[in-house]
């Protein structure tokens, strides 16, 4: 399924643990939802732009005084020679 959004393009792709949204454009935003589940949890979303895929990774880790730390993975999907010459502007 794909959804248009002004400049923005939705994919919704069913897998086998749920679904995965890709978002089509440079500007998006990360909206992760129930930041305050207890223990580590993982957001993915996928990002297609510059003619490549990016996998988008948030990780939340809680710090044994309760303290959140956040972090941000972003990958390029690709072969190694895509990776190899792919430059970030």
Not at 20 to 41: C, P, Q, R
């Amino acid at each position: 399924m794909e959804i248009a959004l002004d400049n923005l393009t939705l994919i919704v792709e069913t897998t086998m643990v749920g679904f995965l949204l890709t978002y089509a454009g440079e500007d998006i935003v990360f909206l992760a939802t129930d930041i305050n589940l207890a223990g580590a949890v993982d957001w993915v979303m996928m990002q297609t732009c510059f003619g490549h895929h990016f996998m988008l990774v948030l990780e939340k880790q809680e710090k044994s005084d309760g303290a959140q730390m956040f972090y941000t993975i972003v990958q390029l999907i690709g072969t190694r020679k895509q990776a190899e010459n792919f430059v970030y502007r």
